[in-house]
Structures are given as structure tokens and as C-alpha cells.
T-cell receptor
Framework: DSGVTQTPKHLITATGQRVTLRCSPR?????VYWYQQSLDQGLQFLIQ???????AKGNILERFSAQQFPDLHSELNLSSLELGDSALYFC?????????????FGSGTQLSVL | GESVGLHLPTLSVQEGDNSIINCAYS??????FIWYKQESGKGPQFIID?????DKRQGQRVTVLLNKTVKHLSLQIAATQPGDSAVYFC??????????FGKGTRLHILP
């Protein structure tokens, strides 16, 4: 158990809808990362937060947004969903948000857009 | 663009044998590399890391080798066990401080 909690584990929705994925980092970790994993693209970095502030942005679509709350949990919002958004979404956390730290990943949220 | 790739998408190894998983990276400015293991239904899990000022690092049953000349990284698993079945990702920290993951190699253990 990595200590990172993601909910829900599975999400099935329709095109055009909006969903929210939730992540609680490991106790003591200040930084949260969101990754998308699909069969053809592998693990793609979406966005990173550190202590409530956005720190780095990756290949995140404009339809997607995220935030980190004062209690350090994070939410990833996906809107106007398309079939191609079906993927595993992982949250990871680290203590300092530095690039030379190991990441602790949650078990992911499997999103299916029908 | 910069990328991290894996030579073999699937590797089948006899139980008890050693496994070698390879990874090529393209950014010569990368100075930190990590191997992650992802078991079915779980998120990636840190295995071992290495910095560019080293060419070898050993952990418990795992060794990572770094060859900067040919920009090659490998993960060696000694005495492979059924519990080693997973997808293994290499990741590099590029010059822009972003983590780039390879697509992964699936390790399949033969009984």
C-alpha cells in the first residue's frame, strides 16, 4: 500500500459528461501529480501541484483542470468527455515536489467513456 | 523530441533465471533515472534509481546499470520469481526537470 488514496476506482460515463477524480496524498507529502495511462500512450504527465499551487504542467487538455486543496487532497476534473479520454488516471505524491524524488502512486481510477 | 523507449514490449523468463529489461533514452542532459514496477490493478511502484554520476546501483535482487555513452539503462532482476510478473517502466528526468516515462516492458514468468 503506497499510502496514496484514489477514488473512485472505476467510473463509467457518457460522452459530453463531466467527472471528478479525487486523490489523497501520503501523509506528509506536499506535492501531488496526475498521470494518464492509456495503452497507446503509456504514462503521460498531466499536472503537478505543490502545497496548493500549480508547479508544473504537462500534456493536460484545456477540458481538464485540477486543484489541490488546503488539506492537500487533489481533484482532477474532466469535462466534455470524449471516447478517447477513456484511460487509467493515476495520482502520485511526493514529499517536496522535487524531480529527484521517488513518486508514490495510487491504484488509479479507471475511466470508461461510452 | 525527447523520449524514453523500451527495446522489448514483452519479456518471458523462466522462474529462477535472471531477467534483464532494457531502456534507451535520448536526452543526454538527463541526470536521474528511475525504474518502476506496475503490477496488474495497481499503480507504479518505485524499484530503484540511479544518478548520472554512477554506472551501477544495486538493491535487493535488482541492479540498475547506466551506460551514458550509448544512453542505455537496464534493470537486472536476479532469480526471477512469480511475484516479479509486472510491467516495468524506466523514467528519466529530462533537462526541463520533467519526468518522462517509457511505454513499459511486460515481464512474464514461465513456470
Amino acid at each position: 500500500d503506497s499510502g496514496v488514496t484514489q477514488t473512485p476506482k472505476h467510473l463509467i460515463t457518457a460522452t459530453g459528461q463531466r467527472v471528478t477524480l479525487r486523490c489523497s496524498p501520503r501523509s506528509g507529502d506536499l506535492s501531488v501529480y496526475w498521470y494518464q495511462q492509456s495503452l497507446d500512450q503509456g504514462l503521460q504527465f498531466l499536472i503537478q501541484y505543490y502545497n496548493g499551487e500549480e508547479r508544473a504542467k504537462g500534456n493536460i487538455l484545456e477540458r481538464f483542470s485540477a486543484q489541490q486543496f488546503p488539506d492537500l487532497h487533489s481533484e482532477l476534473n474532466l469535462s466534455s468527455l470524449e471516447l478517447g479520454d477513456s484511460a487509467l488516471y493515476f495520482c502520485a505524491s511526493s514529499e517536496r515536489g522535487e524531480m529527484d524524488e521517488k513518486l508514490f502512486f495510487g491504484s488509479g481510477t479507471q475511466l470508461s467513456v461510452l | 523530441g525527447e523520449s524514453v523507449g523500451l527495446h522489448l514490449p514483452t519479456l518471458s523468463v523462466q522462474e529462477g533465471d535472471n531477467s534483464i529489461i532494457n531502456c534507451a533514452y535520448s536526452n543526454s542532459a538527463s541526470d536521474y533515472f528511475i525504474w518502476y514496477k506496475q503490477e496488474s490493478g495497481k499503480g507504479p511502484q518505485f524499484i530503484i534509481d540511479i544518478r548520472s554520476n554512477m554506472d551501477k546501483r544495486q538493491g535487493q535482487r535488482v541492479t540498475v546499470l547506466l551506460n551514458k555513452t550509448v544512453k542505455h539503462l537496464s534493470l537486472q532482476i536476479a532469480a526471477t520469481q512469480p511475484g516479479d510478473s509486472a510491467v516495468y517502466f524506466c523514467a528519466e528526468i529530462g533537462g526541463d526537470d520533467k519526468i518522462i516515462f517509457g511505454k513499459g516492458t511486460r515481464l512474464h514468468i514461465l513456470p
